[in-house]
C-alpha cells in the first residue's frame, strides 16, 4: 500500500502540473478468476482477486493522487459497480453479471464501499464514481436484449446509491459519472431497439442519476 500511495503521488504531481483536474481512475474491480486467454479480462489495469486488498490498495493510490495533487485532481473510480466477473468487454456489447446483489456486496462492491462511505479520511475517498455499462442479473432476474444497464436504468442505479455505504457519501456530493456513450456496446444496445440518438442517449444517462456524462 506504501508503494500504491508513492505511485498515486507521482502521478497526481506530475498531472496537476500539467493542468490537469480530472483522473478517471483507479480500476477498483476485482478479478477473482484471471484469464490471460479471455477478451474480457482485465488483467494488469486492476490490483487484482481480492476485495479486501483491491478495497486497500485502491485508498491509498487515490490517497497519493489528492496529496500529489495538493487536492486539485478529482478522482473518478471505476467501473462502478464492479465488471470483474462480467461475461464480456463492456466496451464492445453490453456486459451481464451474473451475481446477487449480496454477491456484489462482498466481492465486486466492497472496493467501492472502501473509498466512499467507508473511506478511513477524506484524502482517501473517491470524489467520483464511473458508472459502467452493466447488466446486474440480481437486480433483474431474467437479462433480455431490451434489459437496459445500470448506467441508463434509474431503478437499478438508485439501488446501487442507496446502499448505506455509499448513500452518505452520495449525499454529500460524491459525482456520479457514465462511462463512453459513444462506445459500440451503447450504439448496438439503441439500434436493436430502433435507433441510435445522441440526445435520446445523453437524455437516458441523466435521468439514470449520471451528474456528468
Do not use: C
Not at 64 to 70: A, K, P, Q
Not at 164 to 170: A, G, V
Not at 180 to 197: C, K, N, Q
Amino acid at each position: 500500500t506504501d508503494l500504491a500511495e508513492q505511485v498515486g503521488a507521482v502521478a497526481g504531481q506530475e498531472l496537476s502540473a500539467l493542468g490537469f483536474n480530472l483522473y478517471f481512475g483507479p480500476s477498483l474491480d476485482v478479478l477473482e478468476e484471471p484469464s490471460s486467454t479471455s477478451i474480457g479480462d482485465l488483467g494488469t489495469r486492476v490490483f487484482g482477486g481480492d476485495p479486501f486488498w483491491v478495497g486497500e490498495m485502491s485508498r491509498a493510490y487515490i490517497t497519493g493522487l489528492h496529496r500529489g495533487s495538493n487536492s486539485r485532481l478529482t478522482v473518478i473510480a471505476k467501473h462502478f459497480p464492479g465488471r470483474g466477473s462480467s461475461d464480456r468487454l463492456p466496451e464492445l456489447e453490453v456486459a451481464t453479471v451474473r451475481k446477487s446483489l449480496e454477491q456484489l456486496k462482498q466481492i465486486e462492491l466492497a472496493p467501492f464501499f472502501a473509498v466512499t462511505g467507508n473511506a478511513p479520511e477524506v484524502p482517501a475517498a473517491a470524489d467520483g464514481l464511473l458508472v459502467s455499462h452493466l447488466r446486474i442479473q440480481g437486480l433483474y432476474g431474467n437479462i433480455r436484449a431490451t434489459t437496459r444497464p445500470v448506467s441508463f436504468d434509474p431503478q437499478a442505479l438508485s439501488e446501487f446509491l442507496k446502499l448505506p455505504e455509499i448513500s452518505q457519501w452520495w449525499v454529500n456530493g460524491g459525482l456520479v459519472v457514465s462511462d463512453d456513450l459513444g462506445s459500440r456496446a451503447v450504439r448496438d444496445f439503441y439500434i436493436s431497439g430502433g435507433s441510435f440518438s445522441a440526445r435520446l442517449v445523453a437524455r437516458d444517462a441523466f435521468l439514470a442519476g449520471n451528474d456528468i456524462l
